[in-house]
Each structure stands twice: as C-alpha cells, then as structure tokens.
C-alpha cells in the first residue's frame, strides 16, 4: 500500500498519447494567416492570458518566459492555481504543468508556420491516479471551452 501510495505522489514526466481520445487528454489545432510570431506573442504575455482564455480571471508569470518559471492562474470559478514552465523553445513551443492533487495537468501549446498559414495547437493532459476524476470535473468544461479560445487567439493574432 505505501509503495502505492508513493507512486501516486510521484509525477513522473509523461508523453502524452492519442490527443483528442478523451476528457482526460484532447487538443484543437487551427489555422491563421497571422505569422507564427504574432501567435508567439499573445502566447507568451502570460499577463493577458484572460483576453483570450474564457476560463481564466487573470495569470501572472514571476520571471522570465522560460522553464523553471513559476506562475499563478486565477480561474472564473474555483480556487488559485500555481504553474510551472516545464519546456519552452521560443517561437514554437511551451508546456506547462499544473499540480493537482495525487497527479497534475499539463498545457502544450505548438505553432507550425511555414510556406502556408501558420497551424497553432493546445492540447490539455491529465496524469496521475486523480486524473479520470479531473477528467471529469474539468477536462470536459475545458474541452468544450478550447475552440472558442482558440478562435480569440487567432481573432487577436489577424488583427
């Protein structure tokens, strides 16, 4: 039981498999003709997340956009949350993680450009013992909220 015990307490790094399957893990991918940049940009001003994430009150990031940077996201309902930048490679991707009880939630964002429209993407995981009831209680809400979010970033990106 306590060898259990101690493997849920441990968040191990997970890559993450079947995007789109469940509540658990999923993503949306759209396209602009906004440059990767501009996408970039509204990614990384953490202090405005709220303009474009229907969820989200407010986030605040303490210190540079870069992994082992810590954060708070204030959500419309239900308590603060601290994150953590857990991979970034500038102009093109970031992670970040979230811990939650007995596992954490992990938010990837991705941009693909080249000589067409730029392609962006997030995709949303759940991992430890806890994530079918996280699943549940928030991955759906966020499911459903992901298109529109997405649609604002580009709405923000074009303009």
């Known amino acids: 039981m306590f060898l259990l015990l101690s493997l849920a307490l441990v ?8 995007p789109g399957a469940s509540n658990t893990h999923f993503s949306y991918t759209l396209t602009t003709t906004a440059p990767a940049a501009a996408i970039w940009a ?9 303009t474009w994430d229907t969820g989200l009150k407010s986030a605040a990031l303490a210190g540079p956009f870069a992994v082992g940077t810590r ?15 857990t991979a970034v490679d500038p102009g093109r991707s970031y992670t970040f993680r979230t811990r939650l009880p007995l596992g954490a939630l992990y938010v990837k964002r991705t941009l693909e450009s080249g000589a067409g429209p730029t392609r962006f993407t997030h995709e949303v995981w759940f991992t430890g013992l ?3 009831l ?8 966020y499911r ?15 303009q």
């Not at 509204?42 to 709220?50: E, K, T, Y």
């Not at 909220?145 to 990106?157: C, G, N, T």
Request: charged letters at 20%; hydrophobic letters at 45%; a neutral charge.
């Open 130 to 132: 806890s994530k079918p």
């Open 11 to 18: 968040d191990l790094p997970v890559s993450p498999v079947t």
């Open 42 to 50: 509204i990614w990384s001003d953490v202090a405005n997340w709220h």
């Open 144 to 158: 459903a909220l992901l298109p529109s979010v997405l649609e604002a970033i580009r709405a923000q990106a074009e």
């Open 134 to 141: 996280f699943g549940r209680v928030l991955g759906k809400k």
């Open 71 to 85: 954060g708070r996201l204030v959500p419309d309902s239900g308590p603060s949350s601290a994150f953590e930048l």
